[in-house]
T-cell receptor
């Protein structure tokens, strides 16, 4: 059974810092890995999708990497802003029919 | 439509009543998923529909929960005889055929269900 772990569970940083969120998974036979953002009381917004054959994806100040063999992904946020404050979720798709989510990293960026 | 639409956005119901939640997936998305998120907790898989195949119901927590989808269109999640532990945000997602893993999931904004 796939298990997904995110570290840290919570993170508070001053504005402008570069930061790294970590995601690990136990079963490396994945279809893809997706990073989401969730604001309080809201649904999920997709940030980046990395297919199993890819090593990284970039969108603006976000960069996600995937090391399938070691079961790890990182989300790098450059020059963090208060608007980046949210919960970031990592989710792995093993069989194309269900995402397994990590517990999330709750990020607070202070002005 | 442009995104996954869920209704209602909020629902307050009395314990013991039945509720029906609706999800309109993105047009052309053959796969549809329901997840549940209790307050302060992670997302739990409930059910998955793929085209006209039999749905994967392995995540439904009890026989009070059921879901339907006609073809590749709207889905409804029904909770009978609601209990307070059913209070959660119910999220729907859709994607293109997931067989090659190249497509991500698009989530709706969810329905916040409160059972009083």
């Amino acid at each position: 059974k796939q298990e997904v772990t995110q570290i840290p569970a919570a993170l508070s940083v001053p504005e402008g810092e570069n930061l790294v969120l970590n995601c690990s998974f136990t079963d490396s036979a994945i279809y893809n890995l997706q990073w989401f953002r969730q604001d309080p009381g809201k649904g999920l917004t997709s940030l980046l999708l990395i297919q199993s054959s890819q090593r990284e994806q970039t969108s603006g100040r976000l960069n996600a990497s995937l090391d399938k063999s070691s079961g790890r992904s990182t989300l790098y946020i450059a020059a963090s802003q208060p608007g980046d404050s949210a919960t970031y979720l990592c989710a792995v798709d093993n069989a194309g029919n269900m995402l397994t989510f990590g517990g999330g990293t709750r990020l607070m960026v202070k002005p | 439509g442009a995104g996954v639409s869920q209704s209602p956005s909020n629902k307050v119901t009395e314990k013991g009543k039945d509720v029906e939640l609706r999800c309109d997936p993105i047009s052309g998305h053959t796969a549809l998923y329901w997840y549940r998120q209790r307050l302060g907790q992670g997302l739990e898989f409930l059910i998955y529909f793929q085209g006209n195949s039999a749905p994967d119901k392995s995540g439904l927590p009890s026989d009070r929960f059921s879901a339907e989808r006609t073809g590749e269109s709207v889905s409804t999640l029904t909770i009978q005889r609601t209990q307070q532990e059913d209070s959660a945000v119910y999220l729907c997602a859709s994607s293109l055929a997931p067989t090659d893993g190249g497509y991500g999931y698009t989530f709706g904004s969810g329905t916040r269900l409160t059972v009083v």
